[in-house]
T-cell receptor
Framework: EPEVTQTPSHQVTQMGQEVILRCVPI?????FYWYRQILGQKVEFLVS????????KSEIFDDQFSVERPDGSNFTLKIRSTKLEDSAMYFC????????????FGPGTRLTVL | SQQGEEDPQALSIQEGENATMNCSYK?????LQWYRQNSGRGLVHLIL?????REKHSGRLRVTLDTSKKSSSLLITASRAADTASYFC??????????FGPGTRLSVLP
């Protein structure tokens, strides 16, 4: 069964460093998402991406964040200058098409900012 | 309160018992979905119920939706230790992003 994959599973970085989190969505999906979950808290929407552009973003997704689909398979989230409060699990999700269907989530990347 | 709030926050039951979790929301929705998350892991989709549906079944899962009360419930029958996880409802409005509640932590004791 196709699945969303994410790398790395765990990323440790120093405050102020740039990180890139990578996701490979399910191959025929058209909509892509990033969410984050601070330890013990709920899953929060960051950004959605369709047709090579951001379609919606939350207040969390400020100028420090960017997303890119550099090729036909990868979908990346970049945090330019990490802060301690960026420590969280970051989940990528993809959805096949319109109709507000099911989003399929990857296993997540645990980001630890020291 | 926020869109997609589950209650209880935590639930502990014995294996074989039924577990019921509730979700309330505030705005109009297109559909509501339930996800499971094992500790430190990703989200696994369980079931989707559309706004024009009232009840849906999938194996040992039963989901109800009451749009007049803006609430949903997830029932897991004959629970197993492997059902131990956090359960989240996610509401989907007419935009793209999901709004997750804070989740219910279910512990099924053997």
């Amino acid at each position: 069964e196709p699945e969303v994959t994410q790398t790395p599973s765990h990323q440790v970085t120093q405050m102020g460093q740039e990180v890139i989190l990578r996701c490979v969505p399910i191959s025929n999906h058209l909509y892509f998402y990033w969410y984050r979950q601070i330890l013990g808290q709920k899953v929060e929407f960051l950004v959605s991406f369709y047709n090579n552009e951001i379609s919606e973003k939350s207040e969390i997704f400020d100028d420090q964040f960017s997303v890119e689909r550099p090729d036909g398979s990868n979908f990346t989230l970049k945090i330019r200058s990490t802060k301690l409060e960026d420590s969280a699990m970051y989940f990528c999700a993809s959805m096949s098409g319109q109709g507000w269907g099911t989003q399929y989530f990857g296993p997540g990347t645990r980001l630890t900012v020291l | 309160s926020q869109q997609g709030e589950e209650d209880p926050q935590a639930l502990s039951i014995q294996e074989g018992e039924n577990a019921t979790m509730n979700c309330s929301y505030k705005t109009s929705i297109n559909n509501l979905q339930w996800y499971r998350q094992n500790s430190g892991r990703g989200l696994v989709h369980l079931i989707l119920i559309r706004s024009n549906e009232r009840e849906k079944h999938s194996g040992r899962l039963r989901v109800t939706l009451d749009t007049s009360k803006k609430s949903s419930s997830l029932l897991i029958t004959a629970s197993r230790a492997a059902d131990t996880a956090s359960y989240f409802c996610a509401t989907v409005n007419y935009g793209q992003n999901f709004v997750f509640g804070p989740g219910t932590r279910l512990s099924v004791l053997p």
